[in-house]
């Protein structure tokens, strides 16, 4: 696994995710007439939590948004990589990813239900939501199996207990 960088692979799955997701919103708020309508409205649910009493233009909110969707894949890319990487030495840790990988997609809704309750997230439908996650999955899965073509036999046999 020396040959690969856990932060360079986190930080190229994290992008692959976040901009397959942001790609997702930007096809499906054009088709509605509305660019950027889903950033601008999570990024005002964010910024109505962070800092509820400032005020910022749409763009700004957008932007600010954008770099808080970013980071958060990135992160998430980093520790899925991480996870990959040290499953060469303890086969376990794949199961823990399947765990993660579970994990990341509830949190997410819980994070949007928690800002629908604390914030209007206007007209942002959860199939809408689903699909953008399963587009950043796919992306960031490819790109795990691309890097690493052993993963499907080790996950197997991590998730089967026998070698």
Do not use: C
């Amino acid at each position: 696994m020396d040959r690969h960088g856990t932060i360079r692979e986190g930080v190229i799955a994290g992008v692959l995710g976040a901009t397959g997701v942001a790609a997702w919103f930007l096809i499906v708020d054009t088709i509605a007439g509305q660019p950027f309508f889903t950033p601008r409205v999570l990024g005002e649910a964010v910024k109505s939590i962070v800092a509820p009493d400032s005020f910022a233009s749409p763009a700004v909110v957008v932007a600010l948004y954008t770099v808080f969707h970013y980071a958060v894949f990135i992160i998430a890319g980093i520790a899925i990589i991480a996870l990959v990487h040290g499953s060469a030495r303890h086969i376990g840790l794949l199961t823990g990813l399947a765990i993660l990988f579970v994990v990341l997609e509830v949190g997410y809704y819980f994070f949007v239900l928690f800002l629908q309750q604390a914030t209007r997230l206007d007209n942002i439908a959860w199939y809408q939501v689903g699909a953008a996650n399963l587009v950043a999955a796919a992306l960031m899965g490819r790109y795990l199996w691309l890097k690493h073509p052993e993963l499907t036999h080790r996950l197997n046999e991590s998730l089967s207990g026998r070698p």
